[in-house]
């Protein structure tokens, strides 16, 4: 039997979201996710990254078909589930989300949020061994066991991203949707968890797609990543290689745009300042989006969307302009 | 910006690292305070709401507990003693009570017919409130079922559950009593005189037919509160971890949904239960409710409005009775909203 | 010492809500020259925005001064009444918060608030203070100023949102310009802009910038001197410089190591500060860093550490640098 490649792949995968307004008859649609394709080997962390809008959210609950896609096939482990019935596979993909405070059901204790996912699946034999399996998750993620019956507002951000955590580990799913998991919470917090993310990996082998704004963290964490814009990628590369070899303009600016640590380096660094905002997703420029605001776009790239070419070994980008870039 | 001497009066072992349970000593998860709790604490600080709930309490030992231990009944007719004043005794009790007999004074005097009018205020107000919490119980049931389909489902299956409570809200509500009244008057007579159903007779056509219209027209506004809470809830992230984790709709409806609404419905239903009571007494003193002798406290007031000049307590009692209830829940259901409502919390 | 165009000394400020006292603000002390950038650098519930709020003497009731004084520009804020402040906030002082949305007014035009602060604290007539407002929107990058003075917030982005309100704190020119997390809610591109256009126009207008913010990447490019605040106390105040290359408090140290770094070539494992910040109802006696602390030792969990001077303007609040600063003497002593 043939082993796939990928543990998660898209393919061409389209989200549209109608949108109120305009006209009486006229359908406007936000075009979140425009023809989005990746693949994601078992045991890998896929970084996703770019800026409000840009669709990477979208992708990663589309992926878990928590949004039914509008086109394009979503495949795990070599098996097509675009359209089946998704229960046996929640066992197997999970998701951790972003807002310790909104993703909790504030009625409900530590242990029973926990113990819901068990008992979705009828994974304890009985009240006994539900209750060691939390407690044993509870341990996963550094709490204790008497934090199984306190409510989720008795915690701080950081332990109610953990419980989020555990409740996701409690089906043993392969593939996690990590969406922006460290956003919202505290800087000294963040390391704790994150490296409770990469611990978890390394044990229990799991594979992750990281979603994210902030590609310092991003990059520590992930083997590869994307960058996406106005839902499409643009780039998509090994980490090393984006971080220090980028090709594509937003990739190139975004970096440059990040604040570094470090006031010598700050100082000197050249920073390639966009112009303008962010166009608006119901309305996108034509051709290569990120045209409007590229310092390199021109009638070609208004008239032409640029093709996803592979620019070195397993560094893909789609820009017309690469060689003038570099 | 410091101050560098040591005080030499400072102990060298203080220096030495502070070992990891002395630290621990210091991050001690507070008592844990369970909404209800919470909610409870506060709704006691409310002065206002204790106060009516303590009156709450006394109206429902006048109107549950003390008719039973009363010596008079609401429709026991005494001969002779027609209407006799508040605290007047009639010929032949006087005569009674010379001979040594003990006889309890009627507190609001009787009715023409000579019926202590005491009791029977005590019984029209078990009457009210019993009318008032079974129609907020069918109200209840009803409207969050019908309103957390509609919001849950949401498209279509919203918009015409909603458009079909639209028409509802337009239908006039005595028009309706009035007819199911007439209409149900010759049937319901004849499903009294069968075995198990006499207590239509006591009851009366009429109250069955409120009842009805309760659960065919009054639960349209709870199932839009109901609905636009879902609609709210059902946005929020946890339900979306519901789902990822693979739960059905109807878990997601009962675990998440509903349970995240039952401070909304326990204090809509609060304040639903003097509305249900004002509704009753209105069609009682129209001469739509309870059928006579049972009485309530609006066909009191309704009886009452005749001999007005003469007897004036007659009106007062039972309109002074339904103000002090309808008061009291409608204090009680807005001390409910405030202690419970989530953002007015901390 | 009065020549500092800010200083306070000691302030004392607490929350008195349902729940308790929070002690916000435990003795903080902090100052900042004409024309400086200061960064205060923290995380939820250190302060650093109280600290700011109470300077424009914007923490009214459940908040109360406790002690400590308030000095700005040669004034005694804590002294001055509401009428007296009100003279001085959008005039002197002006304040940029972190979501745009929110602080500007949904219904009133661009045009009609910025004017409105000019018109408060200036004699401009509406005429004249719409010409204002057409400038300032071109000096704070904004083309089409016109159109921009008749739209409604809604219909502008978050980036330009933070820069109308960035032309309306400083439209009286003020001397001192505090802004609350400024870019957190932005996107990282619109940050960079919006970061370049404030010190273009410190340098175009010479005022002083107190920069909140958890960022240290911002700091790092931007300020000056930074103060790191924890638990309501500064814990570390110095230079740029200071404080990253050479860092005295353990939860600046902490800080640094456990935030990943984009320019680094290897992998290497995040160090984070383990445990939870401080619970404010319920504060630890001695130094609120203690329980997350690796060198805590066992005063540290007693007494709250005095101030060490590590140079002349570089000082921190901590009994291992007490420590090392009595066995420097002890040394020096017995030499």
New interface residues.
Partial sequence: MMEHPYLVEVKNLKQYFPVAGGRLFEKKVVKAVDNVSFGIKKGETLGLVGESGCGKTTTG?TL?R?HEPTAGNIFFDGEDITRVN??PY??KM??V?Q?PY???????TVGDIIG??ID??HLAAGKKDRRDQIISLLATVGLNSEHA???PH?FSGGQRQRV?IA?ALA?NPQFIVCDEPVSALDVSIQAQVVNMFEQLQEELGLTYLFIAHDLSIVKHISNRIGVMYLGKIVELADSYELTFHSVHPYTRSLISAIPVADPKTSRKAKRIVLEGDVPSPVNPPSGCRFRTRCAYGDELCAAQEPEWREVSTGHFAACHHLDQVN | ????K?SLQ?NV??????SDA???R??V??R????WKDGVRRLKKNKISMISLVVIILIFFLSFIVPGIYPYSYEHQIRGSENLAPMQYSQTEMNAMETGEHVFPHILGTDNLGRDYAIRVMMGSRVSLMVGLIASGIILFIGSLYGSVAGFFGGWVDMIMMRIVDMIYTVPDILIIILLSVAFDQPLKALSQKAGFQWIQVVGVNLISIFVVFALLYWVGMARIVRSQILILKE???V????????SSG?IIK??LL??CIGTLIVTTTLQIPSSIFTESFLSFLGLGVAAPMPSLGSLASAALNGLQSYPHRLFAPALAISVIILSFNLLGDGLRDAFD?KLR? | MSEYLVNIEHECLSFF???GEVKALNDV?LHLDEGEILGIVGESGSGKSVTAYSLMGLTAYPGRLISGSLQFNGHQIERMTEKEMRKIRGNDISIIFQDPMTSLNPVYTIGNQITEVVMLHTNKNRRQAMERARELLTLVGINEPEKRLKQYPHELSGGMRQRVMIAIALACEPKLLIADEPTTALDVTIQAQILELMMELKEKLGMAIIMITHDLGVVANMCDRIAVMYAGKVVE?GSTDDIFYNPGHEYTKGLLRSIPKLTEKEHSKLIPIE??PV?ML?P?DGCPF??RCE????????EMP????LSDIH?SAC?LL??Q??EKQTQKGEA
Wanted: hydrophobic share 35%; charged share 25%; glycine share 4%.
């Fill in positions: 609950r878990l928590l998704m229960l929640r066992r999970q998701i989300f807002d909104a993703s909790l059901d504030p009625r409900m819901e996912a979705i699946h019956n306190r409510y008795e989020g409740r089906v | 910006m410091s101050n560098n040591i400072l072992e203080d220096f030495l690292p502070a002395e630290k621990e210091l991050t998860m507070q844990s305070v369970g909404f929020q992230e946890y979306t971890a519901a789902r990822a984790l693979g739960a878990h675990k998440h349970t995240n989530p901390d | 809500t349902p729940a002390s105040y445990g939870s619970d319920n630890p203690a329980p060198a805590c030792m066992k005063i540290c969990l007693r005095p101030y060490t001077d000082y009994w007490q420590k600063e009595f």
